[in-house]
Structure formats: structure tokens, C-alpha cells
């Protein structure tokens, strides 16, 4: 059984900056942010995956604003947030897909992923 633990959340004002860390038992070959605004019914949007290479995908929304970084070694992902607006107000998820499909699909086939508990992130 996959385990994640994500950490970092909280409130803070619109232009702050917050980093999340999820630390995994499993490996982060492919790992990604997915994030559920209140009040939407919609699925968990992606916000930005990473696979084994190093490649990237970031929603549009966060692309210029958001990095994310893994290492490898700790089997730890993090998803860097600057420039936050009241828009990223959401429960982000960390997920990790041994499939590889969310990373080959710019985040949109979940079937295969793990996720942790998530951590509310709050822009004021």
C-alpha cells in the first residue's frame, strides 16, 4: 500500500509564496500536484506532474508561478508556489502513478494513482 504525506498548506495573503512537500513510500518516477477548489464538483484538476526524466507539465494556469522539483533519493516531491492568487484556493493532493499514465497524459488519467490526504492552501 502506497503511502503520501503531504505538508505545507496554510493561509496566506494574494501575492505570497507557500512550498508543499510530500514525502512518499513509494518511488517518484511519476509524481504529480492536483488540486480540488471548494465548491466545484468537477474531478481533481492537475496542477503540475514530473517524471522520471525531469519532464514537466503545469496547468496554465499556474505555469510561470508554480515549480515542481522531486528527489529522487528521498522519494520526496514539492511543488514551489509564488505569485499565489485567491484562485489556488484548493485541497492539493500529492499522487504518485507507477502506471506512468497522469504523466503521459498531461495529468488527466488518474486511474492508476495514489494519493495522500491533501493539505488546504487558503489565498486572501
Known amino acids: 500500500h502506497v503511502q503520501l504525506v503531504e505538508s505545507g498548506g496554510g493561509e496566506v495573503q494574494a501575492g505570497g509564496s507557500l512550498k508543499l512537500t510530500c514525502v512518499t513510500s513509494s518511488s517518484v518516477y511519476c509524481v504529480g500536484w492536483f488540486r480540488h477548489p471548494p465548491g466545484k464538483r468537477e474531478m481533481r484538476e492537475a496542477v503540475a506532474t514530473i517524471d522520471t526524466d525531469g519532464g514537466t507539465f503545469y496547468a496554465a494556469s499556474v505555469k510561470g508561478r508554480f515549480t515542481i522539483s522531486k528527489d529522487n533519493v528521498k522519494n520526496t516531491v514539492f511543488l514551489q508556489m509564488n505569485n499565489l492568487k485567491p484562485e489556488d484556493t484548493a485541497m492539493y493532493y500529492c499522487?504518485?502513478?507507477?502506471?506512468?499514465?497522469?504523466?503521459?497524459?498531461?495529468?488527466?488519467?488518474?486511474?492508476?494513482?495514489?494519493w495522500g490526504q491533501g493539505t488546504q492552501v487558503t489565498v486572501s
Open positions: 499522487a504518485v502513478d507507477p502506471s506512468f499514465r497522469f504523466c503521459s497524459s498531461r495529468g488527466k488519467v488518474l486511474d492508476d494513482a495514489h
